[in-house]
């Protein structure tokens, strides 16, 4: 079975919420919304790897990154695990540089079942202020 890797940026805007974006139509867990990031590559820290996705997705820099944690779920065709950090400070202005539709969304008002499982507790943390 399929290993992914993935690098997961909670954007996180003290007076706006936190930034989304939603899957393409044609891609795995389509029209789901989603934290922006992106598989790492070969050699490529999480770290590393979500500076790289969040400018290629949302024309951000980031400024600061902690680390949040991890999630592993396992679905019928691949196993992911996914590497979250909080971004709270960064450059520009982030935007969905894909086209894809995105929103700010304030934490009491994210809903676990628009979200990929993987990503539901995760979630669940920020719903209830654990993150």
Request: net charge negative.
């Amino acid at each position: 079975m399929k290993h992914l890797q993935v690098a997961v940026g909670i954007i996180r805007d003290p007076v706006r919420g936190i930034f989304l974006a939603q899957r393409s139509s044609t891609s795995h867990m389509a029209n789901k919304w989603e934290f922006p990031g992106g598989k790492l590559e070969q050699g490529e820290t999480a770290e590393q790897a979500l500076r790289r996705e969040l400018m290629e997705e949302t024309g951000i820099e980031v400024v600061s990154a902690q680390p949040a944690g991890s999630a592993d779920h396992t679905y019928d065709d691949v196993r992911v695990t996914l590497y979250f950090f909080i971004v709270d400070q960064w450059q520009g202005e982030p935007w969905g540089k894909e086209g894809q539709p995105q929103r700010w969304v304030q934490p009491q008002d994210l809903c676990a079942e628009e979200f990929p499982p993987a990503n539901h507790r995760l979630v669940e943390k920020l719903v209830t202020g654990q993150l």
